[in-house]
């Protein structure tokens, strides 16, 4: 049982080798739909995390958030969620800014919350795109 976020730093990987990681109820969050809850994995800026198996605690609506992408980007592969409580992914941006985007500011591939407070933008076509025409989720 996981009873801390575990740090994955920057530019560093981090492969689970298909191990299960179940996050404990009592310290990461309880896998309901509250917002905020504590990560399974945190990532710093161009961190990478593999082969991951997130569960749930039995008893509990679902895990507790599966992954926050906290640095400037993130990688994560062959990462699977067997009981999704708040968000799988969740990718933060805090301060910043861009001017002359010919195409989009920010892309965000996955299934999860992009949070963007106090980012700045001047001349762009598009701010966020969100997974393209790819349907895989329902």
């Not at 991951?52 to 926050?68: K, N, R």
């Amino acid at each position: 049982m996981v009873d801390a976020t575990i740090v994955v730093n920057a530019s560093q990987t981090f492969d689970c080798k298909l191990a299960r990681y179940i996050p404990n109820p009592d310290s990461l969050g309880d896998g309901s739909e509250k917002e905020r809850q504590k990560a399974v994995f945190e990532l710093e800026d161009k961190a990478s995390l593999k082969n991951c198996i997130i569960g749930a605690a039995s008893g509990t609506e679902g895990s507790a958030d599966g992954v926050h992408c906290t640095g400037g980007g993130c990688d994560v592969t062959n990462v699977w969620f067997e009981d999704v409580g708040e968000d799988a992914i969740t990718f933060y941006v805090t301060g910043g800014g861009d001017k002359k985007a010919a195409d989009k500011v920010m892309q965000f591939n996955g299934k999860g919350t992009a949070t963007i407070k106090n980012f700045w933008v001047d001349t762009f076509t598009r701010f966020i795109r969100t997974c393209g025409n790819w349907n895989g989720w329902n």
